[in-house]
């Protein structure tokens, strides 16, 4: 399997015969296809154009970020978490990429008719668990059942309300040429701990999911750096998405150096049996943090000063050159393009 | 079929091995069960625990309603209306109920793998009609894509933000005895234009859903009655279930006269060939409201003064007796009790 993953070679999705592949939901090339040409052209305005991970409200003078994620993770429960777990932390993350300071959830059940209330309860229990231990409370919700077949046991949504601090302004579009890029530790663990949990791969070893709740993180940051310009947290697509992802929004290029982001030594061995490159997969409890140079070494410290950062490195620098493209710096010291995850690499990772 | 649906007979899910029922979703008992034996337990707030269609929330010093629906309808389109529609009305109307001025939506999508991408086309448009209709926008959203076979075509998750104006205080636990019961129209318009879609049934006439945006008439209410105390939108299960949560929340009887509601020839003649009471059957735009009983001409006149009202009527009164229950006064002045839907009628309405 290519970095370019299964579609790499499929015409593009434009005429009406075309239909929802599986990359669509990837977080790469196809999933940014069909956010422009369906969904901004339909609800355009200027909130949604900023493509953040959250929209960030003025509501008669409180700053609320507000958010949404669906969850179709498979298996329900692995190593490390569960969807209960992963939604309340991901949307959480949504938040806390804004600046905000998570509050309230909503929740949205779909279940299939046959599921065991028992696995109901414990997903809930989950949420319960993590909402208490990140300070959110859920307080709406909604639950709908379809007939056997007519889906995959259960899937979630959360929707998120929180509050951004005064002087916080964190966005894509802040970002700028000679920014440092951080990430707050190792890579890959969320992906692979997925995938290990599928059966059919037999994979073993001690692969867990990073999952957690990443506002206190950037709390620490931001009272060393307040002046950082972005965050995000690189889940569907990896690192590898979100820096391209912010390289077009913000219409520069960025460029890492090789090897630099801790990957813990089974992901490594997991990501090489399956051809898998770390940095396009999906991690749940990490930040990936554009701040200004002078400012890098202090964030830095700022990251490594909180429980979930003690392993933050610095990947990298945005650079004016190659707008939209993020260029690997290797060992040897020539450059050499990454390409952006096409398709599905993981279905159904989040 | 009775109106205590299929599972009328099921004994109480109440071991660990039993499981999700379609009537789980219902809106009747067993949704009520599920709420009470699994979400509040664990989610306990007392935000929650008020049991309102939206979450009032106090964000520095602004009034938030906060709500959030799952769609699962199927068919994805039929007369009068469409998923997307109904998502956009269906989580206004949450707002609305709750006194909000709708203000941002989010959107989550579960796509099926194949589904044509023109599909996906019509419901965004119809999405972003609705919206622009109901002057509402929105402002962040999200995509997952499952497997072939792993869901139903097209899943829906809209969640919203409104704000609530000062004085507005609209919930369950303010209904008490004397309230006179209003309804703003015709019954049974969605749940049998849906059931008319599903070629299978073989109906025909011009039944067509009634889905529609309330919160203008909720405005038009709040003007001339702004003591209303608590106001629901009678979607699934009907107005026989809103009645019946009503009921249970305020610790209130409610007594409705036979026949008060109105209901279009096509639906009454759906209804006696199906043999569904329209008073279990679900409402997409239409709203029941609880007003203090000299206020209730007055609210009368203010919702038949807005176009979605115009066939407003009092169906009823709030009683001290027989907590939790609702009465039905026949044309012979006997009463009745009216059973709460237990299951089922009408699977994925909304």
Redesign the interface.
Known sequence: MSSEGPFGSCPA?VT???????????GGVL?SR?LAD??LP??S?P??ARLDD??C?E????R?A???????VTPLFFPGGDIGRLAVNGTINDLAMGGARP??L?????????????V??RV??S??DA?FEAGV???????????R????KL?V?T?G?G?VPEGVELSARRVQPGDAVLVSGSIGDHGMAIMAARESLGLEGDLQSDTAPLHGLVEALLAVCPDTHALRDPTRGGVNATLHEIAVAAGVGVEIAEGAAPVREPVRGACEILGLDPLSVANEGKLVAFVPEPLAELALAGLRGHPLGLESVRLGTVTAEHPGRVLVRTILGSRRVLEQPYG?LL??I?
Chains 1, 2 share one sequence.
Do not use: W
């Open positions: 999705p009406e015969r075309d239909v929802v592949l599986l990359g669509h939901g990837s999933t069909l369906v969904f339909a609800f305005n909130i949604l959250q929209a409200l509501l008669e003078g409180a609320i507000f958010t949404t994620d669906c969850y179709v509050r309230y909503s929740v949205g059940f779909i279940l299939e008719e046959g599921l065991p209330l028992e109901l309860r809930v229990a949420m319960r909402a409370s859920i307080v709406t919700g909604d639950t709908k059942v379809v007939g077949g007519s889906a995959d899937f949504n929707s309300i509050l599905e279905p159904r989040c």
